[in-house]
T-cell receptor, first 106, second 112 residues
Framework: GQSLEQPSEVTAVEGAIVQINCTYQTSGFYGLSWYQQHDGGAPTFLSYNALDGLEETGRFSSFLSRSDSYGYLLLQELQMKDSASYFCAVGQNFVFGPGTRLSVLP | EPEVTQTPSHQVTQMGQEVILRCVPISNHLYFYWYRQILGQKVEFLVSFYNNEISEKSEIFDDQFSVERPDGSNFTLKIRSTKLEDSAMYFC??????????FGQGTRLTVV
């Protein structure tokens, strides 16, 4: 089976940088994905790591260390619209972590 | 841009009734999923479907649940006898490559 851990909440101010960590346990690794979900909305894909290292997509970057079963999502130049829940997910069936609620303050 | 569509957006049903939630995945996608999300909680995997059969299901997906792809475009989730605890948002998703799953906007199921 799979299990994932994430911090439940993170708060930061506009313009700041925030890192959301994810540790996982899984049998059979198919990569670590990150999804964003605004209140009342659907999860939307942000980033994916199959190999160790950093993947950068605009203001968002994601890092993976397979030996540590650990990854993180890095959000730079935070904007108010980044306030949402962020989920890491593993496996071919995208088993989601518990989610981290990010609040961006003015 | 192609998208996954789900109907209805909101369904209210009485306990014990059967409900069918409908999804139209993106047309060239091969893998289909159902997830549920109880209000304020995480997104929970229910079932995956590939090549016209279930490829994996979670512990949540018991005998009360079934999925079908009745034609080339629709993908349905049936709950045979709804319980109060089935109240949740149900998301359908599809993917072509391993990297990214595309989610529909969800069906909010309320069991009264």
């Amino acid at each position: 089976g799979q299990s994932l851990e994430q911090p439940s909440e993170v708060t930061a101010v506009e313009g700041a940088i925030v890192q959301i960590n994810c540790t996982y346990q899984t049998s059979g690794f198919y990569g670590l994905s990150w999804y964003q979900q605004h209140d009342g909305g659907a999860p939307t894909f942000l980033s994916y790591n199959a190999l160790d290292g950093l993947e950068e997509t605009g203001r968002f970057s994601s890092f993976l260390s397979r030996s540590d079963s650990y990854g993180y999502l890095l959000l730079q130049e935070l904007q108010m619209k980044d306030s949402a829940s962020y989920f890491c997910a593993v496996g071919q069936n995208f088993v989601f972590g518990p989610g981290t609620r990010l609040s961006v303050l003015p | 841009e192609p998208e996954v569509t789900q109907t209805p957006s909101h369904q209210v049903t009485q306990m014990g009734q059967e409900v069918i939630l409908r999804c139209v995945p993106i047309s060239n996608h091969l893998y289909f999923y159902w997830y549920r999300q109880i209000l304020g909680q995480k997104v929970e995997f229910l079932v995956s479907f590939y090549n016209n059969e279930i490829s994996e299901k979670s512990e949540i997906f018991d005998d009360q649940f079934s999925v079908e792809r009745p034609d080339g475009s629709n993908f349905t989730l049936k709950i045979r006898s709804t319980k109060l605890e089935d109240s949740a948002m149900y998301f359908c998703a599809s993917r072509y490559r391993v990297v990214e799953a595309f989610f529909g906007q969800g069906t909010r199921l309320t069991v009264v």
